[in-house]
Every structure is written in C-alpha cells, then in structure tokens.
C-alpha cells in the first residue's frame, strides 16, 4: 500500500509565503516524477508544477518566478515553496507522484489535498 500524505497548508495574506510537503510512504520500488496541481472552486484541476528524479522541473507560466518545487528523494518526499502569494493561489493543492511499488506495477498516486487561501 502507497500513501502520499501533504501538510503545510494555510490561510495567509497576499504577498506572504507558505511551504507544502508532501511524503510518499509504503511499498516503493521507485519513484519518477512528483508533482503538485491545484483546483479552485469551479475550476478545473491544473498542473502548478513537477520534479523528475534526476530534479529536472517544470512550472506553470502563472507560478513561475514565485514558486519552488524541490524533492529529497531519501525521504521520499517532495515540497513546494510559495512566495508572493496571490488570492488567485487560493485553492487545494494535490500532491501527485509515479510510483513504481514493491511488486514492480506503476501507478499514479494523489494526496488527499490541502488548502491553500489567501486573503487579499
């Protein structure tokens, strides 16, 4: 069994910070990419950003400049770092990686999501 599970969720004012975490625990083999989305009400889910394993990353065009996703791959776990945060950051976050597990199958898992909101 593979969970993900995110903490560091929060209510913050525009222009604060706030850091995501997100571990990976349970059967694994291997993990490739990690990645964050987030869905706002009446929106669809969207990429905000992924790390590969060899930490090659990839941004929305939105967060970009503003937001940092990195991983730690002994600990199985990958975080995101948000600055300059926005009332249009407002959502849940998702944590999200490919995870091959002990019997060699690949999967994509989620998190269970946190909520990010900012206050204007």
């Known amino acids: 069994q593979v969970q993900l599970v995110e903490s560091g969720g929060g209510t913050v004012q525009a222009g604060g910070s706030l850091r995501l975490s997100c571990a990976a625990s349970g059967s694994i083999r291997s993990i490739s990419v990690m990645g964050w989305h987030r869905q706002a009400p009446g929106k669809q889910r969207e990429l905000v950003a992924d790390?590969?394993?060899?930490?090659?990353?990839n941004y929305a065009d939105s967060v970009k400049g503003r937001f940092t996703i990195s991983r730690d791959n002994a600990k199985n776990t990958v975080y995101l770092q948000m600055i300059s945060l926005k009332p249009e950051d407002t959502a849940v976050y998702y944590c999200?990686?490919?995870?091959?597990?002990?019997?060699?199958?690949?999967?994509?898992?989620w998190g269970q999501g946190t909520q990010v909101t900012v206050s204007s």
């Open positions: 790390i590969t394993s060899g930490e090659r990353t």
């Open positions: 999200n990686a490919d995870i091959r597990n002990s019997n060699g199958f690949p999967r994509s898992y």
